[in-house]
């Protein structure tokens, strides 16, 4: 699918794997609208990814243009660690329901109203309107200690993959998701060197962290081939979380 004088949408994207794809697709040609609660790209939205009405305003907005809706990349999420015994007591019942509204609820909100716009576009030659991308985790599949509620949503993402897929296929809508392991991003920097030598270590090869832009690269592997769709694709090399 081309990216030249279209339109798209990134979540998340003022910081991170975000701000990396926001730049990636610009930089190919594409008009990015950044959703963000932080103001993020020059045509950076305020939009809270669990309100509904937010996200129909922002999408209305990106779709409104001269440029066609065709890409549209979930990034946003949070990341919150708990047990579900833990020296408190039991895990809080509303941080668990907050990791899946934004992680999960927020990912499907954005990706069922900016369908619904995409579906309205017409086709290219090859039948095609647009591609949603969400980003799940490898917690996804390998949670660790105190992951509950962020391995649930992410397990929620990739989940839904295939059957998005299957509902857009007939608006010519491909759904694929992607499964990083453990990237460089902010919330990276807050924990210590010692620990993230740590982490390092335990991926086979490339013995280091992701890059938000290996991130961003592999999204527009995803644009550019049509075939791909209704699957997760792991970003983690070759790693396989340990339960702690």
Same mark, same amino acid.
């Given at each position: 699918? #081309?990216?030249?004088?279209?339109?798209?949408?990134?979540?998340?994207?003022?910081?991170?794997?975000? %701000?990396?794809?926001?730049?990636a697709l610009?930089?190919?040609?594409?008009?990015? /609208?950044?959703?963000?609660?932080? @103001?993020?790209?020059?045509?950076?939205?305020?939009?809270?990814?669990t309100?509904p009405?937010?996200?129909?305003?922002?999408v209305t907005?990106a779709? !409104?243009? @001269? #440029? @066609?809706l065709?890409?549209?990349? $979930?990034?946003? =999420?949070?990341?919150?660690?708990?047990?579900?015994?833990?020296?408190?007591?039991?895990?809080?019942?509303?941080? /668990?329901?907050?990791?899946? +509204?934004?992680?999960?609820?927020?990912?499907?909100n954005?990706?069922?109203?900016?369908?619904e716009?995409?579906? +309205?576009?017409?086709?290219?030659?090859? =039948?095609q309107?647009?591609?949603?991308?969400?980003? %799940?985790?490898?917690?996804?599949? #390998? !949670?660790?200690?105190g992951?509950?509620a962020y391995?649930?949503?992410?397990?929620?993402?990739?989940?839904?993959?295939?059957?998005?897929?299957?509902?857009?296929?007939?608006y =010519?809508?491909?759904?694929?998701?992607?499964?990083?392991?453990?990237?460089?991003?902010?919330?990276?920097?807050?924990?210590? #060197?010692?620990?993230?030598? !740590?982490?390092?270590?335990?991926v086979?090869?490339?013995?280091?962290?992701?890059?938000?832009?290996e991130?961003?690269?592999?999204v527009?592997?995803?644009?550019? $081939?049509? /075939?791909?769709?209704?699957t997760?694709?792991?970003l983690?090399?070759?790693l396989?979380?340990?339960p702690?």
């Amino acid at each position: 699918m #081309e990216l030249a004088g279209t339109a798209a949408i990134v979540t998340g994207a003022a910081s991170g794997l975000g %701000a990396a794809t926001a730049a990636a697709l610009t930089a190919r040609g594409a008009r990015v /609208y950044g959703f963000d609660l932080q @103001p993020s790209t020059a045509d950076g939205l305020i939009v809270d990814v669990t309100d509904p009405s937010s996200v129909a305003a922002a999408v209305t907005r990106a779709a !409104g243009g @001269p #440029e @066609p809706l065709r890409t549209v990349v $979930n990034c946003a =999420g949070i990341a919150p660690s708990e047990r579900i015994l833990g020296r408190k007591g039991p895990h809080d019942l509303a941080r /668990y329901a907050k990791v899946i +509204q934004v992680n999960l609820v927020g990912s499907f909100n954005v990706l069922t109203l900016a369908a619904e716009a995409i579906a +309205q576009t017409t086709a290219d030659d090859h =039948g095609q309107r647009g591609v949603v991308v969400n980003t %799940a985790s490898v917690a996804a599949f #390998e !949670g660790q200690v105190g992951q509950a509620a962020y391995a649930s949503s992410k397990g929620g993402i990739a989940g839904l993959t295939l059957p998005a897929a299957r509902d857009l296929a007939q608006y =010519g809508i491909r759904v694929m998701t992607i499964a990083p392991g453990i990237m460089e991003t902010p919330m990276m920097e807050t924990v210590s #060197e010692e620990y993230r030598k !740590g982490l390092a270590a335990g991926v086979p090869f490339p013995n280091r962290f992701g890059t938000a832009d290996e991130y961003a690269n592999l999204v527009l592997s995803i644009v550019d $081939n049509d /075939y791909l769709n209704g699957t997760v694709i792991r970003l983690d090399g070759a790693l396989r979380m340990a339960p702690r």
